[in-house]
T-cell receptor, first 113, second 115 residues
Framework: DAGVTQSPTHLIKTRGQQVTLRCSPKSGHDTVSWYQQALGQGPQFIFQYYEEEERQRGNFPDRFSGHQFPNYSSELNVNALLLGDSALYLC????????????FGSGTRLTVV | RKEVEQDPGPFNVPEGATVAFNCTYSNSASQSFFWYRQDCRKEPKLLMSVYSSGNEDGRFTAQLNRASQYISLLIRDSKLSDSATYLCVVNKGGISNFGNEKLTFGTGTRLTIIP
């Protein structure tokens, strides 16, 4: 049973560029959440998708956008990259009903230069 | 004030010792609580959920005090493999709500077990 898979694992981009990160949830999960983890910090919630809609959003600018597809996979897009966007981006999947914890992917490490 | 506060450490503890981590949260509406473990440059992994009645899993014991908005994790007979960052995590969602809402993480407490 595959867990959460994210791609790519590492990425280097230049300031001002755009990036798309991808996530496939754990089999049977229907909700995908994205988190940003800067070095030495805990993960910060970006947004959550369920039924192809953004259910809730954290304190991130509109440069951060996302999408969920009918097969529950998801993308995170970041426009106009800033140096401060350098971080580990984690995707977590879960079931919308009940509280059984999240399963995290191994993340995409984004470096903006 | 941060929503979830933890002592960042580092905690350097000899092998076999007992170590305790504490965490406080500010949102009294929070309904579910977890400890996650994160190894260096890896993703967080669920260590255990935390219940008001307290729960134990082998060498690990977690406790929740809703009145004080305080969560604890106790590790007994620590092993070298326990070296990691321990993240205190709070979720407003609960079984009575519409499922999983966002997780709010503390900054994590770094633990190093010394041989």
């Amino acid at each position: 049973d595959a867990g959460v898979t994210q791609s790519p694992t590492h990425l280097i981009k230049t300031r001002g560029q755009q990036v798309t990160l991808r996530c496939s949830p754990k089999s049977g999960h229907d909700t995908v959440s994205w988190y940003q983890q800067a070095l030495g910090q805990g993960p910060q919630f970006i947004f959550q998708y369920y039924e192809e809609e953004e259910r809730q959003r954290g304190n991130f600018p509109d440069r951060f956008s996302g999408h969920q597809f009918p097969n529950y996979s998801s993308e995170l897009n970041v426009n106009a990259l800033l140096l401060g966007d350098s971080a580990l981006y984690l995707c977590a999947s879960s079931l919308v009903e009940g509280v059984y914890g999240y399963t995290f992917g191994s993340g995409t490490r984004l470096t903006v230069v | 004030r941060k929503e979830v506060e933890q002592d960042p450490g580092p905690f350097n503890v000899p092998e076999g010792a007992t170590v305790a981590f504490n965490c406080t949260y500010s949102n009294s509406a929070s309904q579910s609580f977890f400890w996650y473990r994160q190894d260096c440059r890896k993703e967080p992994k669920l260590l255990m959920s935390v219940y008001s009645s307290g729960n134990e899993d082998g060498r690990f014991t977690a406790q929740l005090n809703r009145a004080s908005q305080y969560i604890s994790l106790l590790i007994r007979d620590s092993k070298l493999s326990d070296s990691a960052t321990y993240l205190c995590v709070v979720n407003k969602g609960g079984i009575s709500n519409f499922g999983n809402e966002k997780l709010t993480f503390g900054t994590g407490t770094r633990l190093t077990i010394i041989p």
